[in-house]
């Protein structure tokens, strides 16, 4: 890692780390897409959407880069590979679908709050060192993994998390069958994946 020895070289590696992690989620959306589209076409839907407009962030990313004065470089993000990680773990082994599908809604929404965390604070530094062109495209892709972290957390309210749990009931109405006893009830009542 080069030095840091003030405000704008923290500034310009924490942008080398976005754009990596941009790069690293553009890559795997499709992937998260195809994983959920059978059982869960609405979860595929708002993976595709932000594919694309992932891909708009990083050409804005490239953009505040050329705005700096700086080359458009990635430096590893450890935060992004380990929630991918995550996320490759659960497709191998979920049995599932309901369960995959809540299990890639939640780690999405850990990669929404990375996201936001990160832009939240490159908008207020790109303010403080003066670059007001590059806190404006910062701030558009700011809005956007906002309104994504909504978006998923509206599907999961809604549909995602209740299939699971139902998922769970039958499993659990199945055994009962078998074994002659009484399973416990799932509630119905909704509940936030984040």
Same mark, same amino acid.
């Given at each position: 890692?080069?030095?840091?020895?003030? *405000?704008?070289?923290?500034?310009?590696?924490?942008?080398?780390?976005? +754009? +990596?992690?941009?790069? @690293?989620?553009?890559?795997?959306?499709? @992937?998260?897409?195809?994983?959920?589209?059978?059982?869960?076409?609405?979860?595929?839907?708002?993976?595709? %959407?932000?594919?694309?407009?992932?891909?708009?962030?990083?050409?804005? *990313?490239?953009?505040?880069?050329?705005?700096?004065?700086? %080359?458009?470089?990635? %430096? %590893?993000?450890?935060?992004?590979?380990?929630?991918?990680?995550?996320?490759?773990?659960?497709?191998?082994?979920?049995?599932?679908?309901?369960?995959?599908?809540?299990?890639?809604?939640?780690?999405?929404?850990?990669?929404?709050?990375?996201?936001?965390?990160? +832009?939240?604070?490159?908008?207020?530094?790109?303010?403080?060192?003066?670059?007001?062109? &590059?806190?404006?495209? *910062?701030?558009?892709?700011?809005?956007?993994?906002?309104?994504?972290? $909504?978006?998923?957390?509206?599907? &999961? *309210?809604?549909?995602?998390?209740?299939?699971?749990?139902?998922?769970?009931?039958?499993?659990?109405?199945?055994?009962?069958?078998?074994?002659?006893?009484?399973?416990?009830?799932?509630?119905? $009542?909704?509940?936030?994946?984040?």
């Amino acid at each position: 890692m080069p030095a840091i020895a003030d *405000l704008e070289d923290l500034f310009t590696d924490m942008l080398r780390d976005i +754009y +990596y992690a941009e790069k @690293k989620i553009l890559r795997a959306l499709p @992937k998260l897409a195809r994983a959920v589209r059978k059982e869960t076409p609405e979860l595929s839907e708002v993976f595709e %959407k932000h594919a694309e407009e992932t891909q708009g962030q990083v050409e804005r *990313l490239e953009q505040v880069f050329e705005i700096i004065g700086r %080359k458009a470089t990635g %430096k %590893k993000c450890a935060a992004i590979e380990g929630i991918l990680a995550e996320g490759e773990e659960l497709m191998q082994n979920a049995e599932c679908k309901c369960t995959l599908a809540v299990g890639l809604l939640a780690g999405a929404q850990a990669v929404e709050h990375y996201e936001v965390a990160r +832009y939240g604070t490159l908008v207020e530094w790109a303010r403080l060192l003066g670059h007001d062109d &590059a806190a404006d495209l *910062l701030q558009e892709t700011l809005d956007q993994e906002k309104d994504t972290d $909504s978006a998923l957390s509206e599907l &999961a *309210l809604d549909h995602v998390n209740q299939a699971a749990v139902d998922q769970m009931g039958e499993t659990e109405d199945e055994d009962e069958d078998e074994s002659g006893n009484e399973q416990p009830s799932y509630s119905r $009542s909704r509940r936030s994946a984040a």
